[in-house]
T-cell receptor, first 115, second 114 residues
Framework: GAGVSQTPSNKVTEKGKYVELRCDPI?????LYWYRQSLGQGPEFLIY????????DSGLPNDRFFAVRPEGSVSTLKIQRTERGDSAVYLC?????????????FGPGTRLTVL | GDSVTQMEGPVTLSEEAFLTINCTYT??????LFWYVQYPGEGLQLLLK?????DKGSNKGFEATYRKETTSFHLEKGSVQVSDSAVYFC?????????????FGTGTQLKVEL
């Protein structure tokens, strides 16, 4: 079946602009996660959804970052007033449930470049 | 807080050599441990996992044993191939309260040469 998909694959924007990154999880997966991976680093957790609600948003760096999952499937990560330091690969993952026994499947990522 | 430390790369080996990539962790509670792999141009894929102490995860000839006494989860393979060239990430997972996330190490790049 289809894996996790993310769009766009690449996004170039100017400092101060607003961007939206989209994630389509695997069908039937109730848990959805966003991570950010800077060059040469491992992914860092941003936010986790169980169903439609954000169960843990402790990784969001500041209030410029916001994410939604209104129907419990597709999620959108929104970044306001982008800064050069926001440049990174944004990864989405989904799992059947939040249990550690259920594998988190990752999408290919969206590479965000803020000029 | 929870953290994962893994050996720095790049690690360069000849084909058929023995591989060890060290990983140690710090965690409150009892984490599950994972190795993820990122092949060039591809997304992160789960390689193997272990959910409790003394468990051994294995896949594609790779193995790692969950050692609670040394808080380690070292990745090993007896004979590497050129196709194993990738970046390997050690990670832990703890489900506590409302939190549910993977905490990753910084990754170790492996290059296997003929």
């Amino acid at each position: 079946g289809a894996g996790v998909s993310q769009t766009p694959s690449n996004k170039v924007t100017e400092k101060g602009k607003y961007v939206e990154l989209r994630c389509d999880p695997i069908s039937g997966h109730t848990a959805l996660y966003w991570y950010r991976q800077s060059l040469g680093q491992g992914p860092e957790f941003l936010i986790y959804f169980q169903g439609t609600g954000a169960a843990d948003d402790s990784g969001l760096p500041n209030d410029r970052f916001f994410a939604v999952r209104p129907e419990g499937s597709v999620s959108t990560l929104k970044i306001q007033r982008t800064e050069r330091g926001d440049s990174a690969v944004y990864l989405c993952a989904s799992s059947f449930s939040p249990s550690a026994a259920d594998t988190q499947y990752f999408g290919p990522g969206t590479r965000l470049t803020v000029l | 807080g929870d953290s994962v430390t893994q050996m720095e790369g790049p690690v360069t080996l000849s084909e058929e050599a023995f591989l060890t990539i060290n990983c140690t962790y710090t965690a409150t509670g009892y984490p599950s441990l994972f190795w993820y792999v990122q092949y060039p141009g591809e997304g992160l894929q789960l390689l193997l996992k272990a959910t409790k102490a003394d468990d051994k995860g294995s896949n594609k000839g790779f193995e790692a044993t969950y050692r609670k006494e040394t808080t380690s989860f070292h990745l090993e393979k007896g004979s590497v191939q050129v196709s194993d060239s990738a970046v390997y990430f050690c990670a832990l997972h703890i489900l506590t309260g409302g939190g549910n996330k993977l905490t990753f190490g910084t990754g170790t790049q492996l290059k296997v040469e003929l």
